[in-house]
């Protein structure tokens, strides 16, 4: 059996058989778990959201959500990205998803912490944070509007988590 491991340094992820049987995988093209992330997917660049891409999803999976958060904030942990109702049928998330409420392919992105629907990319004031893309799988779809924020989610989503995959990116200022 394949499963999807993190990207090597030319970019594209791989099939390996190394992560078989330890969950669900999250990756991005955009950057390896804890790395750098490229200055295009902050708000000091084009702000862009990255792409992600997941496999070995759990049987049973209905939907997917996905949070971005930076625990390094100096307020407490900041959100930059709230998604869910993301169809099982869905594996992947292109780079660039702006700011419409509903994706073309089903889901929808909810408030971040800058008070804004979708993606809004690292910003730290200083120094390097974290940056955290938390997937979840879903035993069903959430019964939420566009305007859910993380904390609304989180809370949500309590109960009903088959399996999480996290992918970390680190943004210096």
Known sequence: MLACAAPQKGGKAE??????????????????DGELMPKKHSGYGEN??????????????KSYALICRDPDAPGGTFYHWVVFNIPDSV???PAGL????????????GTNSF??????????????HRYYFDLYALDGMLAL???VTAGRLLEAVKGHVLVQASLMGKYAR
């Not at 992560?19 to 991005?28: D, E, I, K, N, R």
């Not at 702006?98 to 992105?109: E, K, M, N, R, V």
């Not at 008070?115 to 390097?128: I, L, S």
């Open 48 to 61: 862009v959201s990255p792409d992600l891409a997941w496999a070995q999803a759990p049987e049973g999976a």
């Open 15 to 32: 099939t390996t058989d190394k992560a078989v049987g330890t969950g669900m995988l999250l990756v991005s093209t955009a950057f390896n």
């Open 115 to 128: 008070g804004k629907v979708g993606y809004d990319g690292p910003k730290p004031p200083a120094g390097t």
């Open 91 to 93: 594996k992947q998330l």
């Open 98 to 109: 702006g700011h419409a409420s509903t994706l073309p392919f089903g889901g929808t992105q």
């Open 145 to 147: 509007d566009g305007k």
